[in-house]
């Protein structure tokens, strides 16, 4: 393979069209080329748009149509395409959806691109990103100080950093999304106070992953 046909589902333009440029800098220096023949801002746009069959495709999961992560890629893998995930890895329910829907890797928007340009080299010949590299996008830590969260805390956190906005764990848990806020906020407090910064939504997944409150995405790997 010469050449790897790759597509870009995004709802920013300015990201779809640095993805493409960057893939067109890189084409000098890497085999095999990377090409990026389509993109779309939805995965119906896509499809709809007669882009062709790519060899495998970029996939935001948090696109402005609201649709389902699961649903575009059971589409997508439906028409023939393979499924690279291309986020910011801030909602884990999100991936987690995608993986069982069959995409075939991840990769976060933080990593360099000429990472993520590798990993579409792979997929496009039929590899998966084994459980060990999917499980090192959300690492976390199993070394660490408890932050003695109180139940309401896990509860809160549980749902949260599972992928929940404020006004959706407000109604989860009959409180008001004010509480809601107070309640993250202490949490991180706790968390920083554990030397065990939680900054992030990921950051506070991880959290929640070390102390127990929610299971991890893949198996965590021995240190």
Partial sequence: METVRAGIIDDHEAVRLGFAASATREASSKTPHVTVI???PTADAFLGAGQGICDVVALDLSLADGSHPGDNVSKLTAAGYKILVFTLG???GQ???A?????MGVSLKSEPIADTFAKLRRIAVGETIDSQELAAAIEVDTDF???NLSDRERECIALYAAG?????VARRMGIAESTVKKNIDRIREKYEAAGRPASTKIDLYRRAVEDGILP????LRKR
């Fill in 99 to 103: 993986i069982a829907n069959g995409a």
């Fill in 95 to 97: 991936i987690q959806d």
């Fill in 38 to 40: 389509g993109g779309a």
């Fill in 90 to 92: 801030d909602n884990v």
């Fill in 164 to 168: 929940l906005g404020q006004y959706q």
């Fill in 216 to 219: 991890p995405l893949l198996p």
């Fill in 145 to 147: 100080v408890e932050a």
